[in-house]
């Protein structure tokens, strides 16, 4: 079933995702610079198996709210007629970017410990 | 892998515009995006359009201009978070502001008006417009804008005028009587009768109008009626023009007495000057009143009413009323100092604190009846004086 956002399809259920995609977006552009939407989409495919599709109705909409509020900045190219647009990490775009993988990472740890999947101290 | 042409990428261009979308740079992440797509997955003769047409369709649920939709709703809710976090900061401050600032007005201390006056502005101008602009953002609302527009305008007009009435502000009464209006006639009707329409809101929303009309029902009943207020101010004209008659007959007698016995012809000092600034003051006053010269005599004739207002701001600091009230002011002082030494035993000096005179009595019959008072003062002192010779 599909969120009432429209925000990802793919073979983890949407709720799931729904609160990543911001950090795996920011994570993406740390790692590579620069990217494109349809190129995102692609190494995130590549990346998850597959697993995790992101929607052109999800990535676009947080694309631009991250542009918005000055995180990714954007860069145009002219391919023939279209035009292309990279986004890249502006400075503050990557502190955040680190701030939100560690927190998703001890995110993670914690559900792990919540859900007794391999008990550990926290 | 495909080779698209420039006149299939117009095609897409115009199909993606088409669909509704109006954010340029929107428009150009899908076209991009859809060309990537079909010249990755397209085979050199395969069919283009059939190929677009499912692509695009992978994009959306029901149109494509939701994508923009989400966009839009992302760029206009970042602020939601802090805008809430305002609202409810800017709520409970005004609510323990005004609180502490009614505290103050009770118990007669300094700085009670400056934090009602910041506690109810905070409260209609800041706490109001932010809780309507985020239930109206809200994505399931459960009441329709106009009774959320109408709700909070009419309590951002309720709450200022009981600001410009404690403030003693004009308009005061115009906004309060606005706001009970929108409120009887605009939100309440609208409100009950879509309410009562859905049996889940039917108990809420008759409860809710009851207790909307008792409410209001209460507050109009502190409300003097017009006709009250006619009454009142028929008697307060009336208590001033028979001060002023009472005024008139002891100044006729002690001029009689003057002309059948002309060589007792005395006065105390500064006498005539007092009086002739009360007479001055006084003629302002009802000038400013009626807005026009008038006499207290041709009052009673044209039947013209002086109402309860307040002469604060007629004697404001920069107007020249002030500087004669003040004039007036150290001449009385000057007459009770002058007088008391000659050490007269009848002579009465005239009270200046808590008076007209250091503008305590503001309210406008209050002031009239200051200013006749200490005309009648003065010619009592005259008086004793004639008496004793």
């Known amino acids: 079933m599909r969120s009432p956002f429209n925000l990802l399809k793919m073979i983890y259920s ?8 911001k950090t795996i977006i920011l994570k993406l552009l740390a790692d590579n610079k620069r990217m494109y939407g349809y190129e995102i989409t692609q190494k995130v495919k590549e990346l998850t198996s597959e697993k995790i599709q992101i929607t052109e109705g999800a990535l ?7 542009e918005d509020s000055g995180l990714v900045t954007t860069e145009t190219e002219y391919i023939g007629k279209r035009v292309r647009k990279y986004y890249s990490l502006s400075q503050t775009g990557k502190t955040q970017a680190q701030e939100k993988v560690s927190e998703l990472a001890d995110f993670m740890e914690t559900m792990k410990f919540l859900l007794d999947l391999k008990p550990q101290q926290i | 892998m495909y080779q698209l042409s420039e006149e299939q990428i117009d095609f897409i261009s115009r199909d993606i515009q088409s669909r509704g979308l109006e954010m340029e740079s929107l428009q150009q992440d899908l076209l ?49 978070y ?74 951002i007009l309720f709450s200022l005028s009981t600001l410009f009435k404690l403030m003693h502000w004009p308009l005061a009464n115009v906004l309060g009587l606005t706001a009970i209006g929108i409120m009887l006639l605009l939100f309440l009707p609208v409100y009950f009768f879509t309410g009562i329409r859905n049996a889940e809101t039917k108990v809420n929303s008759i409860v809710t109008s009851i207790l909307i009309v008792a409410g209001s029902g209460l507050l109009m009943s502190l409300v003097r009626s017009p006709g009250g207020s006619t009454r009142l ?11 002023e008659q009472i005024l ?23 006498s005539q000057k007092i009086n002739a600034l ?15 010269k008038i006499l207290p005599s041709e009052l009673e004739k044209e039947n013209t009413l002086l109402t309860d207002g307040w002469v604060r701001d007629y004697f404001k600091d920069d107007l020249p009323a002030a500087q004669k009230l003040k004039t007036l002011s150290s001449l009385v002082e000057t007459y009770n100092q002058i007088n008391a030494k000659t050490g007269n035993p009848n002579f009465v000096p005239i009270p200046v604190k808590e008076t007209v005179l250091d503008k305590s009595e503001e309210r406008t019959l209050a002031a009239l009846n200051g200013f006749t008072q200490i005309q009648i003062m003065v010619l009592q002192n005259e008086q004793n004086l004639l008496a004793q010779k």
């Open chain 1, 60 to 66: 676009y909409p947080t694309l631009h709210a991250l």
């Open chain 1, 14 to 21: 949407s709720e799931l995702i729904k609160g990543t995609l």
């Open chain 2, 82 to 155: 802090a805008m809430k976090k305002i609202m409810l900061a800017s709520g409970a401050f005004s609510a323990i502001v005004l609180s502490i600032g009614i505290v103050f007005k009770f118990m007669h201390w300094p700085g009670a008006g400056v934090l009602i006056v910041i506690g109810i502005a905070l409260f209609s101008l800041l706490f109001l417009p932010l809780l309507f602009t985020l239930k109206i953002k809200e994505k399931e609302q459960a009441q329709s804008p106009f009774i959320l527009a109408a709700g909070t305008l009419s309590a």
């Open chain 2, 32 to 80: 991009d995006h859809v060309c990537c797509i079909i010249e990755q997955n397209l085979e050199a003769t395969g069919n283009f359009e059939g190929f677009y047409l499912a692509t695009i369709r992978t994009f959306y649920k029901t149109e494509l201009k939701e994508i923009e939709e989400e966009t839009l709703f992302l760029l206009t809710h970042k602020n939601y």
């Open chain 2, 248 to 270: 008139h007959q002891e100044q006729k007698q002690v001029a009689d007495f003057l002309k059948t016995n002309p060589g007792k012809q005395d006065a105390f000092a500064q």
């Open chain 2, 233 to 243: 101010n028929e008697l307060n004209t009336s208590y001033f023009l028979r001060n």
């Open chain 2, 278 to 292: 009360c007479e001055e003051l006084k003629a302002y006053i009802l000038e400013r009143e009626t807005g026009r």
